[in-house]
Nanobody
Framework: QVQLVESGGGLVQTGGSLSLSCTVY????????MGWFRQTPGNERELVAE???????NYADSVKGRFTISRDNANNALWLQMNSLTVDDTAVYYC?????????WGRGTQVVVSS
């Protein structure tokens, strides 16, 4: 059983910062990759940032230079530091862990950026 719990969302003004956290609860298992996705009403979930098992990082073009993804070595936590936020960053942010090819999702944390 794998459970992911996100936290850190909230309301922030344009230009502000938020830090999201994702805690992984499980007894064992490998981790192929972890990432952050976001979704707005009526739209598909989209990649924000991801980090592979080898540590390679990939960001969506829209967040490059503003967001930073990081994780602990045991793959039990994932973070997303978000700076210079804009209204376009408003979304529900989801944590993803992929283990053995199986994706596991958290329930999401809401981020609202006000103008």
């Amino acid at each position: 059983q794998v459970q992911l719990v996100e936290s850190g969302g909230g309301l922030v003004q344009t230009g502000g910062s938020l830090s999201l956290s994702c805690t992984v609860y499980r007894s064992s298992g490998s981790t192929n990759h972890m990432g952050w996705f976001r979704q707005t009403p009526g739209n598909e979930r989209e990649l924000v940032a991801e980090v592979g098992s080898g540590g390679m990082v990939n960001y969506a073009d829209s967040v490059k230079g503003r967001f930073t993804i990081s994780r602990d070595n045991a793959n039990n936590a994932l973070w997303l530091q978000m700076n210079s936020l804009t209204v376009d960053d408003t979304a529900v942010y989801y944590c993803l862990l992929r283990s053995g090819g199986v994706p596991y999702w958290g329930r999401g944390t809401q981020v609202v950026v006000s103008s």
